[in-house]
Structures are given as structure tokens and as C-alpha cells.
Nanobody
Framework: QVQLVESGGGLVQAGGSLRLSCAAS????????MGWFRQAPEKEREFVAA????????SYADSVKGRFTISRDNPKNTVYLLMDSLKPEDTAVYYC???????????????WGQGTQVTVSS
């Protein structure tokens, strides 16, 4: 049973920072790419960032490039999303996902977490 558990969400003022974590279990974490997606109210879920299994390849949505950083710690089976210079439009539920390759599309990922809420106040 693969499990992905996100944590680190919360309420932050615009311009602030948060670091999300996603702890994985149930599969060999280091063999899989990991991604972060988000879904704002009344909007479709969208790609945020992804990282290869070795951590040597990353991909970001244009809306977060230069502000967010994805990283992973394979011995700890954890992937992180450091979010700086947060904006109100970053408010969403953030999901981590596990897949076979770095991709910006949901269909590339076969396991998903339950999500963590991030709220950015203006």
C-alpha cells in the first residue's frame, strides 16, 4: 500500500514562506519521480513542480519559477516544496504525487496524497 502524506501547510501573509513536506511509504521512493500539484477553489488541479528520482532534474510551472524550490531526501523518503515570496494566488490545496517520470500532467503520476491547505493572506 503506497501512502503519501503531506504536511507543512498553513496560513501565511503575502511575501512569506512555507515549506511543504511529503512523506512516502509502500514503494521504493528513490526509484520514482515526485511531483507537486495544487487546486484552488473552483479551479482545476494544476502542476506546480516535479523532481526526478535522483534529484538531478526538476521542472516548474511558470507561475512559481524562481519562487518555489522542489527537493528530495531519498534516505528519508521525503520530498519538499519550499515556497518563497508567496502570493494570495498561491492559495490552494497542495498535493504530492509519485510517478515514473518528471512530467507536468496528472496522468504521469499513479499515487497521490490527500493534500495540505496553503492560504496566503494579502
Amino acid at each position: 500500500q503506497v501512502q503519501l502524506v503531506e504536511s507543512g501547510g498553513g496560513l501565511v501573509q503575502a511575501g512569506g514562506s512555507l515549506r511543504l513536506s511529503c512523506a512516502a511509504s509502500g514503494r521504493t521512493f528513490s526509484r520514482y519521480a515526485m511531483g507537486w500539484f495544487r487546486q484552488a477553489p473552483e479551479k482545476e488541479r494544476e502542476f506546480v513542480a516535479a523532481i526526478s528520482w535522483r534529484g538531478d532534474l526538476t521542472s516548474y510551472a511558470d507561475s512559481v519559477k524562481g519562487r518555489f524550490t522542489i527537493s528530495r531526501d531519498n534516505p528519508k523518503n521525503t520530498v519538499y516544496l519550499l515556497m518563497d515570496s508567496l502570493k494570495p494566488e498561491d492559495t490552494a490545496v497542495y498535493y504530492c504525487a509519485s510517478g515514473v517520470r518528471v512530467a507536468g500532467t496528472e496522468r504521469a503520476y499513479d499515487y497521490w496524497g490527500q493534500g495540505t491547505q496553503v492560504t496566503v493572506s494579502s
